[in-house]
């Protein structure tokens, strides 16, 4: 079956930066487009960004915008969020999700990890 596994979070002071990792399997991973959405305490579920199957068509939360990176590596079956200048208020669960055309809804996608906890600290 499918399964995305997403690594890589934790605690980081406001300004620092961490990299997300997800790690697919069960499905041919340069077919499907990949994201990342993130959910915090109380609060629905949002967009954070989101990239095509050959890499060439990228989108970004407008919160995120000059900030995160996300990236993909076909032969390794795995897809990245790079996360620079932290904000307390990017503290949330990140999921990594995969889908037959991306995009920034969730309806789109048919695949979910179970996420990762990322907490910056002020």
């Known amino acids: 079956q499918v399964q995305l596994v997403e690594s890589g979070g934790g605690l980081v002071q406001a300004g620092g930066s961490l990299r997300l990792s997800c790690a697919a399997s069960g499905l041919t991973f340069s077919r499907y487009a990949m994201g990342w959405f993130r959910q915090a305490p109380g609060k629905e579920r949002e967009f954070v960004a989101s990239?095509?199957?050959?890499?060439?068509?990228?989108y970004y939360a407008d919160v995120v915008k000059g900030r995160f990176t996300i990236s993909r590596d076909n032969a390794k079956n795995t897809a990245y969020l790079r996360m620079n200048s932290l904000k307390p208020e990017d503290t949330a669960v990140y999921y990594c999700?995969?889908?037959?055309?991306?995009?920034?809804?969730?309806?789109?996608?048919?695949?979910w990890g179970q996420g990762t906890q990322v907490t910056v600290s002020s």
């Open positions: 999700v995969a889908g037959p055309t991306g995009g920034h809804s969730d309806q789109e996608y048919n695949y």
């Open positions: 990239i095509n199957w050959t890499g060439d068509r990228i």
